[in-house]
């Protein structure tokens, strides 16, 4: 199973980017996903995870009202449509993969497959 996001940019505050991640080797609708990133020397965040079925999803509090997650399993794609961008959403955005019996995972550790990342940088 490969994961390859798309999307990334530079953006002035405010604006907008919708993020892609298209699967291969796989069937979506198997897998819950999810939406990471990371800003230079932090850990690892999660932002949003979408339930197989594309019903149930979760974000991080900072992204709450302005990001939204969703998939399209005929296409294989994950979306991630981030709207009001501001700096601090500066980071190299992942898109990941859960083949477990969890809706909506939110933790790095419970995810299986990663993509190789896509840059998002805001300017203020």
């Known amino acids: 199973v490969q994961l390859v996001e798309s999307g990334g940019g530079l953006v002035q505050a405010g604006g907008s980017l919708r993020l892609s991640c298209v699967q291969s080797?796989?069937?979506?609708?198997?897998?819950?996903m999810g939406w990471f990133r990371q800003a230079p020397g932090k850990e690892r965040q999660f932002v949003a995870a979408?339930?197989?079925?594309?019903?149930?999803?979760d974000y991080v509090d900072s992204a709450k009202g302005r990001f939204t997650i969703s998939r399209d399993n005929a296409e294989n794609t994950v979306y991630l449509q981030m709207n009001s961008l501001q700096p601090e959403d500066t980071a190299v955005y992942y898109c990941?993969?859960?083949?477990?019996?969890?809706?909506?995972?939110?933790?790095?550790?419970?995810?299986?497959?990663w993509g190789q990342g896509t840059q998002v940088t805001v300017s203020s």
């Open positions: 990941a993969g859960n083949w477990g019996d969890i809706a909506t995972p939110s933790k790095d550790e419970e995810y299986d497959y």
């Open positions: 080797g796989g069937t979506l609708r198997y897998y819950a």
């Open positions: 979408v339930s197989r079925s594309g019903v149930n999803t």
